[in-house]
């Protein structure tokens, strides 16, 4: 009965490892698309780059970086069977989440109401530094926009968690879930590790 | 490794992962203020690189999974490189 849980358990695993791959490959899509337009419009990005709110892209990499901090203590601690501290290490990474995606609004909405999205008139009409800083306006809400869809879906999984911690399923014994979880939430924190210096970083 | 796997990894080398991220996190935002060029860029890439690797080996803990899992990573991840290389080698020849 215990070899079979372990082994399943290594199995759930290399799948949730599988299924990363595809989401590195989907990123990695965009990161390439980003490259290639990087190159043709320099000054226009440099442009796009230094109108972003560094405080505020710096504050949401250290957010995200501490919940997945908080997401491995939570893993450490069911293994080392202290389910109290495990499910307020994952309340900690939810919060945090959380913190990271209404800084993200926040930042959406100014650039929003400032006109600055994807098809506006008024943003390609008043455009100083021609064509490459559009196409920079248009990665930056495709690649911050995919990964807060990523960030939605990984706190919904850590908010399952969670209550399958508080409910005893998750248990020193059986923690395939919180391990799966993690491993999603610590690849959406790696993705954030390299979207921020090309969206923040090249102005 | 199935003993540190039961046991679960120590919270001062978690900790430490954590400080080692925000310095360096630290560094590249103090190195994109130096206005290096087209260099800071890959002094950005590297550092973005050097945080992810501490994710993988600390965070998610890659060492304890077997050999399936590391050769298929590096497989993604040397199939991610080689098309970023290609692109980058096709670009070159193109004018303008």
């Known amino acids: 009965m215990g070899t079979a ?10 799948g949730m490892w599988l299924f990363l791959y595809s989401e590195i490959m989907l990123f990695g899509a965009l990161f390439i698309l980003y490259a290639a337009y ?43 069977g202290s389910m109290k501290l495990s499910g307020a290490f994952l309340l900690s990474a939810i919060v945090l989440g959380m913190v990271f995606l209404g800084i993200k609004y926040f930042e959406w909405s100014h650039k929003i109401s400032a006109g600055i999205y994807p098809g506006s008139a008024a943003f390609k009409a008043a455009d100083p530094a021609g064509h490459g800083r559009i196409i920079f306006y248009n990665l930056y809400f495709t690649m911050t926009g995919i990964h807060a ?36 939430w610590h690849l959406v924190d790696i993705l954030w590790i390299f979207i921020f210096p090309m969206l923040y970083l090249i102005a | 490794m199935d003993n540190e796997n039961s046991k679960g990894q120590p919270y001062m080398r978690l900790a430490g992962a954590l400080l080692t991220l925000f310095l360096l996190t630290c560094i590249t935002v103090y190195v994109s203020r130096l206005k290096l060029g087209s260099m800071g860029i890959w002094v950005a890439l590297f550092v973005a690189a050097a945080k992810s690797s501490v994710v993988l080996l600390i965070f998610m803990h890659i060492k304890k999974e077997g050999k399936a899992v590391m050769i298929s990573f590096l497989a993604a991840v040397f199939i991610l490189a080689l098309v970023i290389g290609i692109l980058f080698f096709d670009l070159s020849y193109r004018a303008g």
């Not at chain 1, 372990?6 to 695993?13: L, W």
């Not at chain 1, 919904?156 to 399923?169: H, K, Y």
């Open chain 1, 149 to 184: 869809v990523h960030v939605t879906i990984g706190l919904i999984v850590l908010m399952i968690t969670f209550a399958f911690t508080a409910s005893g399923r998750i248990s020193r014994d059986n923690h395939a879930l919180l391990e799966n979880a993690g491993l999603y």
């Open chain 1, 38 to 80: 990087f190159l043709k419009y320099q000054s226009g990005f440099a442009a796009g780059g230094s109108e972003l709110d560094l405080t505020l892209g710096t504050a949401n990499t250290l957010i995200l970086l501490t919940s997945s901090f908080a997401v491995a203590s939570s893993l450490a601690a069911v293994q080392k």
């Open chain 1, 5 to 14: 849980a372990v082994s399943d358990s290594q199995g759930s695993r290399f």
